[in-house]
């Protein structure tokens, strides 16, 4: 197994055969679409993967930002071939295969916004391509940083605690763990709150979608003033 996960970084790192398309230029951000698909035979399985690689002012790769990538990426593949494992590799019942694709939620105005959507599909099992994997990654292109959840908010506020209640409340939704609150996109007029299938089923009478959105304005009181849900709402970024 070894072996096919270094052959899978030579194809991302080397030779991402797909299409790219136009670099789209924001605050000196560029990005490229990249994938390849791979299949192995001898086990079973098929690997369709797209991503973007993503270019500095420079136009030279960004460390921080591909490296984020990267990352997601590993843990995807790793995680359906340790599980496929598992299972015994191959199958009589046909191809297993793992589909990673991503949208980009926001690139303007200083805020790059990335979702990543993880398909699988085990063969014999019975289960249709679930969403079983939901990332997602956030930079402040003019701080040159990420964003992460609480950076969101003022330091003195509860925000997840706010940020649950509002959920269930307005959604009908039943959630508790903080960790539902771990993936999330950046638009102008929302906070999106990004759920996949294994954190929306945690319980079996949880009726939310897999995107909840939440107005910057509903929340306005326990935004940081000095951050970007924020200077959204007030319309410092547009």
Same mark, same amino acid.
């Given at each position: 197994?070894?072996?096919?996960?270094?052959?899978?970084?030579?194809?991302?790192?080397?030779?991402?055969?797909?299409?790219?398309?136009?670099?789209?230029?924001?605050?000196?951000?560029?990005?490229?679409?990249?994938?390849?698909?791979?299949?192995?035979?001898?086990?079973?399985?098929?690997?369709?993967?797209?991503?973007?690689?993503?270019?500095?002012?420079?136009?030279?790769?960004?460390?921080?930002?591909?490296?984020?990538?990267?990352?997601?990426?590993?843990?995807?593949?790793?995680?359906?071939?340790?599980?496929?494992?598992?299972?015994?590799?191959?199958?009589?019942?046909?191809?297993?295969?793992?589909?990673?694709?991503?949208?980009?939620?926001?690139?303007?105005?200083?805020?790059?916004?990335?979702?990543?959507?993880? #398909?699988?599909? +085990?063969? *014999?099992?019975?289960? @249709?391509?679930?969403? /079983?994997? !939901? $990332?997602?990654?956030?930079?402040?292109?003019?701080?040159? #940083?990420?964003? +992460?959840? *609480?950076?969101?908010? @003022?330091?003195?506020? /509860?925000? !997840? $605690?706010?940020?649950?209640?509002?959920?269930?409340?307005?959604?009908?939704?039943?959630?508790?763990?903080?960790?539902?609150?771990?993936?999330?996109?950046?638009?102008?007029?929302?906070?999106?709150?990004?759920?996949?299938?294994?954190?929306?089923?945690?319980?079996?009478?949880?009726?939310?979608?897999?995107?909840?959105?939440?107005?910057?304005?509903?929340?306005?009181?326990?935004?940081?003033?000095?951050?970007?849900?924020?200077?959204?709402?007030?319309?410092?970024?547009?």
């Amino acid at each position: 197994m070894k072996l096919f996960s270094l052959l899978y970084f030579v194809v991302v790192l080397f030779n991402p055969f797909s299409g790219s398309s136009p670099t789209l230029p924001e605050n000196n951000i560029s990005i490229i679409k990249r994938g390849f698909n791979k299949n192995y035979p001898q086990l079973s399985y098929q690997l369709n993967i797209s991503y973007p690689e993503i270019l500095d002012e420079n136009h030279e790769k960004h460390y921080e930002l591909n490296l984020a990538v990267q990352k997601i990426m590993s843990a995807a593949i790793t995680d359906f071939q340790g599980k496929l494992q598992k299972k015994g590799n191959a199958s009589n019942f046909g191809y297993s295969y793992l589909n990673l694709d991503y949208n980009i939620c926001r690139q303007y105005h200083g805020v790059l916004s990335v979702k990543f959507e993880k #398909r699988t599909f +085990y063969s *014999g099992s019975g289960l @249709k391509n679930p969403i /079983d994997l !939901s $990332k997602t990654i956030n930079y402040d292109v003019s701080r040159n #940083r990420f964003i +992460y959840i *609480g950076d969101l908010f @003022k330091p003195e506020v /509860d925000y !997840s $605690k706010d940020l649950i209640n509002y959920i269930n409340s307005k959604y009908g939704c039943k959630f508790e763990s903080p960790a539902v609150l771990n993936n999330f996109c950046i638009e102008s007029t929302d906070l999106v709150i990004i759920i996949d299938d294994s954190e929306k089923n945690q319980n079996n009478k949880n009726v939310c979608e897999n995107e909840i959105r939440i107005p910057w304005i509903d929340i306005e009181d326990i935004l940081d003033e000095d951050n970007v849900g924020y200077k959204f709402l007030k319309g410092i970024k547009k």
